[in-house]
């Protein structure tokens, strides 16, 4: 192209010929690769893939809004949690092939496929998160033997029914849709899961729907508009749409073929490998027709290296080919999907890309397919209008692609960009690492110049066998009498949101029909406690309507979609590292994936299968206690603590005060303020609650017995003076109230009061500390007990004058309530860790002062102390003054800490720069944090990650700097 040529290889192709016919182009991908860009990578995973040639749309690796599923060896299937560094084993397929795993839309219900030659088995589970591991549960267990499953196809909405790809005893692949409510199941005896029981050897249930034809189908898929046309590409060359609503004349069996409304024959009889309904309503060649059934859409053949782009099916014609892509000098096979976005009200027509990745050498290509409106803001597909290649490092066998939101458009790029406004990230399962590839609009965006004859690389030519594969459809569109196209969802269920699912209430529908109330248990977050005990009758039940609600299934259960978001993260324990004996280095060859499989066989996973959920183990990664810290000094008497017994000396009361436990070489004593402090408390809270006892007592007792008395010796009853004095025996209970008013004032005060004291003292206190205390603390000592002695004497006079009116008294003795008790005041415990981080940093005791922030119950006091201390002093030394364990788990939590919405410029800015530093000095091999820092770097990664993700262009670079650090160790 000389000047005009376009950087990083867009390529403008043509839509149609000049005079406006379909057209067929030749593109030479070789001719662009040396200026071909580059997709942001984010690895996930590190592993040694293999492709399986003879299922080249399988897939291989899903992804939901919480985990990444994907392939290993042996039958084992690894998730991971996309936000943490979770991970968990599925063991269902052992010794088998994986050939097909996907999400249904994006919950938390999976399905599986895998055989080993001999046999096949399909698998629906359950993963969800049960903090602090990943946790599963077989839903569904489809094991064959007679034939072969490859693949299965959720339906739109329904998680009830689902296509399963398998070979037939008559020799070509059908496909088989599975309706779970209608199947017959029995409970695995071990697991406890449903198990299928087949109709018979070659037919899962009776009268299942089932496609197929004079060869195999390759691939299906559900109309974009509707559930009841199914779209089905096969090997000898048919395109092939069904009605499910029609099925064909009784062909005995136990199958029912739906009706074939329409068969498109290849001339070149190319064997067909992919197809996918595009969003557009129809063709700009065929606007005027209003009586679409389907949506164009796109089938690939030749092991997915030519494209054909077709207009939709209508009632009054067959679809015509628009376009045809071919792949000059192709490989082997390449893996084909589709991305497209909403578009913005009064913008431009949504964009489309038709994405292919070649399964052999390192290539990616993004075809985008071009749209225009209609008069009704419907979008007509125009055809593909120029390629965007890209280089990859390794090729791709497998994907799961997700549509995005762009990131930092303006109002006025949406319009200028075409509808282009989204990003499309393509979770790849590649030859050698697990990673998201990343497409943004930018790297997508259309040439600055349109298609020229001179284009290199792309040759033109009129399409051939337009005209003959209209007219050579076996069949003609055929339709019943009363058939409407708006009908077409009358007959199907809406779909219910997740929340709105019951969930099982108990075992006892699942013993009935096991498998008929498993819609409900994949809303239901809530796992079995226990497994279902066996069925007195496996098969009751079995013929239920499927209209009827099935059994068991009780109130809804309000499902969270925000769990990732509101995870805490599990941050390491400095102290349980520094405590615990370092492990000896383990051999640089248990650390490639080969080594990671065979600990997968761990007794932790294997518990998985069972739903008897109990204790949850413990996971690899140290869980930091979040329950408060118990006192660490405590009176060795039990009866002291419990204020059954009475202080009767120093030695007692010192314990109990906690004074001697004081460090006498970092907190200087005053006995003179101590001493006025507990001679406060006595006046302001012992004597006036003595004070009030004695004159309540006095007021309540003695006027109405006075009263009484003087009644009953103007009627002429005398009275026992003895019997009246021992009726009115006051001193018990006005000893158990003082002992109570002790007990529960007094020694609670003036251990508040000594806190506070000490409190102040630790904090004016500066180094050096001075010299030991002098023997005054214990004469202060001595003279408390000597105030209390005196107590004791005012209580025992107080009792004799008590004694004295008594013979007075005549009324019967009343237990006094306790005085209540006052609030006591709690010290800000944030407030005294912070103190207690300064005075180690002002000591240059960096290593316990990091210790005791990082024991802390939040990150934010791992940001204060880092804001507090001198980084240069604590890193720069060689040794640096922080040991390898307190340096990974400071990594930790100022990693989670920059995900705090509360962060300031300053936080922020102090986190990274620490961040950048400990990336420097930690090693991740020591043999002290070797089973630990893999997890946290990862866990670091995610964090980054996100906090790239919220846009702020002053962190994008410290981020982008700090993320290359990380995955240097990584790759390390």
Same mark, same amino acid.
């Given at each position: 192209?000389?000047?005009?040529?376009?950087?990083?290889?867009?390529?403008?192709?043509?839509?149609?010929?000049?005079?406006?016919?379909?057209?067929?182009?030749?593109?030479?991908?070789?001719?662009?690769?040396?200026?071909?860009?580059?997709?942001?990578?984010?690895?996930?995973?590190?592993?040694?893939?293999?492709?399986?040639?003879?299922?080249?749309?399988?897939?291989?690796?899903?992804?939901?809004?919480?985990?990444?599923?994907?392939?290993?060896?042996?039958?084992?299937?690894?998730?991971?949690?996309?936000?943490?560094?979770?991970?968990?084993?599925?063991?269902?397929?052992?010794?088998?092939?994986?050939?097909?795993?996907?999400?249904?839309?994006?919950?938390?219900?999976?399905?599986?496929?895998?055989?080993?030659?001999?046999?096949?088995?399909?698998?629906?589970?359950?993963?969800?998160?049960?903090?602090?591991?990943?946790?599963?549960?077989?839903?569904?267990?489809?094991?064959?033997?007679?034939?072969?499953?490859?693949?299965?196809?959720?339906?739109?909405?329904?998680?009830?029914?689902?296509?399963?790809?398998?070979?037939?005893?008559?020799?070509?692949?059908?496909?088989?849709?599975?309706?779970?409510?209608?199947?017959?199941?029995?409970?695995?005896?071990?697991?406890?899961?449903?198990?299928?029981?087949?109709?018979?050897?070659?037919?899962?249930?009776?009268?299942?729907?089932?496609?197929?034809?004079?060869?195999?189908?390759?691939?299906?898929?559900?109309?974009?508009?509707?559930?009841?046309?199914?779209?089905?590409?096969?090997?000898?060359?048919?395109?092939?749409?069904?009605?499910?609503?029609?099925?064909?004349?009784?062909?005995?069996?136990?199958?029912?073929?739906?009706?074939?409304?329409?068969?498109?024959?290849?001339?070149?009889?190319?064997?067909?490998?992919?197809?996918?309904?595009?969003?557009?309503?129809?063709?700009?060649?065929?606007?005027?027709?209003?009586?679409?059934?389907?949506?164009?859409?796109?089938?690939?053949?030749?092991?997915?290296?030519?494209?054909?782009?077709?207009?939709?099916?209508?009632?009054?014609?067959?679809?015509?080919?628009?376009?045809?892509?071919?792949?000059?000098?192709?490989?082997?096979?390449?893996?084909?999907?589709?991305?497209?976005?909403?578009?913005?009200?009064?913008?431009?027509?949504?964009?489309?890309?038709?994405?292919?990745?070649?399964?052999?050498?390192?290539?990616?290509?993004?075809?985008?397919?071009?749209?225009?409106?209609?008069?009704?803001?419907?979008?007509?597909?125009?055809?593909?209008?120029?390629?965007?290649?890209?280089?990859?490092?390794?090729?791709?066998?497998?994907?799961?692609?997700?549509?995005?939101?762009?990131?930092?458009?303006?109002?006025?790029?949406?319009?200028?960009?075409?509808?282009?406004?989204?990003?499309?990230?393509?979770?790849?399962?590649?030859?050698?690492?697990?990673?998201?590839?990343?497409?943004?609009?930018?790297?997508?965006?259309?040439?600055?110049?349109?298609?020229?004859?001179?284009?290199?690389?792309?040759?033109?030519?009129?399409?051939?066998?337009?005209?003959?594969?209209?007219?050579?459809?076996?069949?003609?569109?055929?339709?019943?009498?009363?058939?409407?196209?708006?009908?077409?969802?009358?007959?199907?269920?809406?779909?219910?949101?997740?929340?709105?699912?019951?969930?099982?209430?108990?075992?006892?529908?699942?013993?009935?029909?096991?498998?008929?109330?498993?819609?409900?248990?994949?809303?239901?977050?809530?796992?079995?406690?226990?497994?279902?005990?066996?069925?007195?009758?496996?098969?009751?039940?079995?013929?239920?309507?499927?209209?009827?609600?099935?059994?068991?299934?009780?109130?809804?259960?309000?499902?969270?979609?925000?769990?990732?978001?509101?995870?805490?993260?599990?941050?390491?324990?400095?102290?349980?590292?520094?405590?615990?004996?370092?492990?000896?280095?383990?051999?640089?060859?248990?650390?490639?994936?080969?080594?990671?499989?065979?600990?997968?066989?761990?007794?932790?996973?294997?518990?998985?299968?069972?739903?008897?959920?109990?204790?949850?183990?413990?996971?690899?990664?140290?869980?930091?206690?979040?329950?408060?810290?118990?006192?660490?000094?405590?009176?060795?008497?039990?009866?002291?603590?419990?204020?059954?017994?009475?202080?009767?000396?120093?030695?007692?009361?010192?314990?109990?005060?906690?004074?001697?436990?004081?460090?006498?070489?970092?907190?200087?004593?005053?006995?003179?303020?101590?001493?006025?402090?507990?001679?406060?408390?006595?006046?302001?809270?012992?004597?006036?609650?003595?004070?009030?006892?004695?004159?309540?007592?006095?007021?309540?007792?003695?006027?109405?017995?006075?009263?009484?008395?003087?009644?009953?010796?103007?009627?002429?009853?005398?009275?026992?003076?003895?019997?009246?004095?021992?009726?009115?025996?006051?001193?018990?209970?006005?000893?158990?109230?003082?002992?109570?008013?002790?007990?529960?004032?007094?020694?609670?005060?003036? %251990?508040?009061?000594?806190? &506070?004291?000490?409190?102040?003292?630790?904090?004016?206190?500066? /180094? +050096? *500390? #001075?010299? !030991? =205390?002098?023997?005054?603390?214990?004469?202060?000592?001595?003279?408390?007990?000597?105030?209390?002695?005196?107590?004791?004497?005012?209580?025992?006079?107080?009792?004799? %004058?008590?004694?004295?009116? &008594?013979?007075?008294?005549?009324?019967?003795?009343?237990?006094? /309530? +306790? *005085? #209540?008790? !006052? =609030?006591?005041?709690?010290?800000?415990?944030?407030?005294?860790?912070?103190?207690?981080?300064?005075?180690?940093?002002?000591?240059?005791?960096?290593?316990?002062?990091?210790?005791?922030?990082?024991?802390?119950?939040?990150?934010?006091?791992?940001?204060?102390?880092?804001?507090?201390?001198?980084?240069?002093?604590?890193?720069?030394?060689?040794?640096?003054?922080?040991?390898?364990?307190?340096?990974?788990?400071?990594?930790?939590?100022?990693?989670?800490?920059?995900?705090?919405?509360?962060?300031?410029?300053?936080?922020?800015?102090?986190?990274?720069?620490?961040?950048?530093?400990?990336?420097?000095?930690?090693?991740?091999?020591?043999?002290?944090?070797?089973?630990?820092?893999?997890?946290?770097?990862?866990?670091?990664?995610?964090?980054?990650?996100?906090?790239?993700?919220?846009?702020?262009?002053?962190?994008?670079?410290?981020?982008?700097?700090?993320?290359?650090?990380?995955?240097?160790?990584?790759?390390?």
């Amino acid at each position: 192209m000389g000047g005009e040529e376009e950087p990083f290889g867009t390529t403008a192709i043509p839509t149609a010929l000049p005079g406006g016919g379909p057209v067929e182009v030749s593109f030479d991908p070789s001719g662009v690769d040396s200026v071909a860009q580059q997709p942001q990578c984010q690895q996930i995973a590190v592993y040694e893939g293999k492709a399986n040639e003879d299922c080249i749309n399988g897939s291989l690796l899903d992804v939901n809004q919480h985990f990444v599923v994907y392939a290993v060896k042996n039958g084992l299937i690894r998730v991971l949690h996309r936000n943490s560094a979770m991970k968990a084993l599925l063991r269902g397929h052992q010794n088998q092939t994986v050939t097909d795993i996907r999400f249904f839309q994006d919950g938390d219900v999976l399905g599986t496929v895998g055989n080993d030659g001999s046999s096949s088995t399909l698998i629906v589970w359950r993963v969800f998160e049960q903090s602090p591991e990943i946790r599963s549960e077989k839903l569904l267990e489809i094991p064959v033997l007679a034939f072969t499953m490859s693949r299965l196809l959720w339906h739109p909405f329904n998680p009830n029914q689902f296509w399963m790809f398998h070979t037939t005893e008559s020799g070509p692949d059908a496909a088989t849709l599975v309706e779970t409510t209608k199947i017959q199941t029995t409970l695995h005896p071990e697991d406890s899961h449903a198990v299928c029981q087949l109709h018979s050897a070659s037919c899962v249930m009776d009268g299942a729907v089932q496609l197929v034809d004079q060869t195999s189908v390759a691939d299906l898929a559900w109309s974009g508009r509707d559930a009841r046309h199914v779209l089905t590409v096969h090997e000898g060359g048919p395109i092939i749409l069904w009605d499910l609503k029609q099925p064909m004349e009784d062909i005995g069996g136990d199958f029912t073929i739906p009706k074939q409304i329409a068969v498109l024959e290849q001339d070149s009889g190319a064997a067909q490998s992919r197809c996918c309904f595009l969003p557009h309503e129809n063709s700009v060649s065929k606007q005027d027709q209003t009586d679409a059934i389907t949506t164009c859409f796109v089938t690939a053949s030749q092991k997915n290296s030519v494209i054909t782009l077709w207009s939709s099916f209508t009632l009054s014609s067959l679809p015509t080919k628009l376009q045809v892509i071919r792949l000059q000098n192709p490989s082997p096979s390449y893996v084909i999907d589709l991305c497209f976005g909403p578009a913005p009200q009064d913008a431009s027509p949504p964009s489309c890309f038709l994405l292919l990745a070649d399964r052999h050498q390192s290539r990616l290509l993004a075809f985008h397919i071009q749209a225009r409106w209609n008069a009704n803001q419907k979008a007509l597909c125009v055809g593909s209008d120029y390629i965007v290649p890209f280089q990859l490092r390794h090729p791709v066998y497998s994907w799961s692609v997700v549509c995005s939101p762009t990131q930092d458009i303006s109002e006025e790029e949406i319009q200028e960009q075409a509808g282009l406004i989204f990003d499309m990230k393509l979770f790849s399962y590649q030859a050698k690492v697990i990673q998201c590839l990343t497409l943004t609009s930018y790297m997508c965006l259309p040439p600055e110049h349109g298609f020229k004859d001179a284009t290199p690389f792309v040759s033109v030519q009129p399409l051939n066998g337009t005209k003959s594969s209209t007219e050579a459809g076996s069949m003609q569109p055929e339709y019943a009498e009363e058939y409407d196209v708006e009908d077409d969802f009358d007959d199907e269920p809406e779909a219910p949101e997740a929340s709105s699912l019951p969930a099982p209430d108990s075992a006892a529908g699942l013993a009935q029909n096991p498998f008929a109330n498993w819609l409900g248990a994949i809303a239901s977050h809530v796992t079995p406690t226990a497994p279902p005990p066996p069925p007195a009758n496996p098969t009751a039940g079995l013929d239920q309507p499927p209209g009827m609600v099935p059994p068991g299934l009780g109130a809804p259960s309000a499902v969270s979609s925000d769990t990732a978001s509101t995870r805490s993260s599990q941050l390491l324990n400095p102290l349980e590292l520094l405590n615990k004996e370092a492990p000896k280095p383990q051999p640089r060859q248990q650390e490639k994936p080969k080594g990671k499989s065979k600990r997968s066989k761990s007794p932790k996973n294997k518990n998985q299968k069972q739903k008897d959920v109990g204790p949850p183990p413990q996971i690899s990664i140290l869980k930091r206690d979040k329950s408060p810290p118990l006192p660490t000094e405590l009176p060795s008497d039990p009866a002291i603590i419990s204020g059954t017994k009475p202080i009767t000396t120093s030695a007692e009361l010192e314990a109990t005060l906690g004074i001697s436990k004081v460090p006498p070489a970092s907190v200087p004593m005053d006995s003179s303020e101590i001493t006025k402090a507990v001679e406060k408390a006595l006046h302001a809270q012992l004597e006036p609650a003595i004070q009030k006892v004695v004159q309540d007592s006095m007021a309540s007792l003695g006027r109405p017995l006075q009263a009484s008395m003087d009644n009953l010796g103007k009627k002429g009853v005398s009275v026992n003076k003895k019997d009246l004095k021992d009726a009115l025996d006051v001193e018990t209970p006005l000893k158990a109230a003082m002992a109570d008013t002790i007990r529960n004032v007094f020694i609670p005060a003036v %251990e508040s009061i000594s806190a &506070q004291v000490l409190e102040q003292v630790i904090k004016n206190s500066t /180094p +050096p *500390p #001075p010299p !030991p =205390p002098s023997t005054e603390n214990s004469k202060a000592l001595e003279m408390l007990t000597k105030q209390l002695a005196a107590l004791n004497a005012k209580i025992d006079t107080m009792s004799y %004058e008590m004694q004295r009116l &008594q013979a007075g008294s005549g009324a019967p003795s009343v237990p006094l /309530p +306790p *005085p #209540p008790m !006052p =609030p006591l005041p709690q010290p800000n415990k944030s407030e005294v860790i912070r103190n207690e981080i300064q005075s180690l940093l002002r000591q240059r005791e960096y290593e316990a002062a990091f210790t005791k922030a990082l024991s802390a119950t939040t990150a934010e006091m791992a940001v204060f102390c880092c804001s507090r201390a001198d980084m240069g002093v604590v890193m720069g030394g060689n040794p640096p003054a922080l040991s390898q364990p307190i340096l990974l788990c400071l990594m930790q939590q100022l990693g989670s800490a920059l995900m705090n919405p509360k962060n300031s410029e300053m936080d922020l800015k102090t986190e990274l720069n620490w961040l950048q530093e400990i990336a420097l000095t930690l090693n991740p091999s020591d043999p002290s944090i070797q089973r630990h820092s893999p997890a946290v770097l990862q866990q670091l990664v995610g964090n980054i990650n996100q906090k790239s993700a919220q846009g702020d262009p002053h962190l994008r670079r410290p981020l982008q700097m700090l993320l290359q650090v990380i995955r240097g160790m990584q790759m390390g």
